[in-house]
């Protein structure tokens, strides 16, 4: 079992900066994608970023060139830098991992961007 608890969500300005982090612990051997989603009231559950061990990248349209993520192997933690966020960018943005054939996800941490 992988545990992944995420942390630095909150209220920001539109325009702003924030980031958030995501730690993976427990019975770790080889993870493969780390990332994000998000999930607005109403909406559906989308992807917003993630990274493969080695390093490729992959962003949601909508995000690219605004947020960056990042990885520390060594930590088993991700995070998801946000830059210039909108207020359509509101929603419980959700760590998520891969290892082997199984997916975890972490609780969801709030991000509220105010405009």
């Known amino acids: 079992q992988v545990q992944l608890v995420e942390s630095g969500g909150g209220l920001v300005q539109a325009g702003g900066s924030l980031r958030l982090s995501c730690a993976a612990s427990g019975t770790i051997f080889s993870i493969n994608n780390m990332g994000w989603y998000r999930q607005a009231p109403g ?24 947020f960056t993520i990042s990885r520390d192997n060594a930590k088993n933690t ?28 972490g609780q969801g941490t709030q991000v509220t961007v105010s405009s």
């Open 43 to 66: 909406k559906q559950r989308e992807l917003v970023a993630y990274m493969t061990s080695g390093g490729i990248t992959n962003y949601a349209d909508s995000v690219k060139g605004r």
């Open 78 to 105: 991700v995070y998801l830098h946000m830059n210039s966020p909108k207020p359509e960018d509101t929603a419980v943005y959700y760590c998520y991992c891969r290892q082997g054939l199984l997916d975890y996800w």
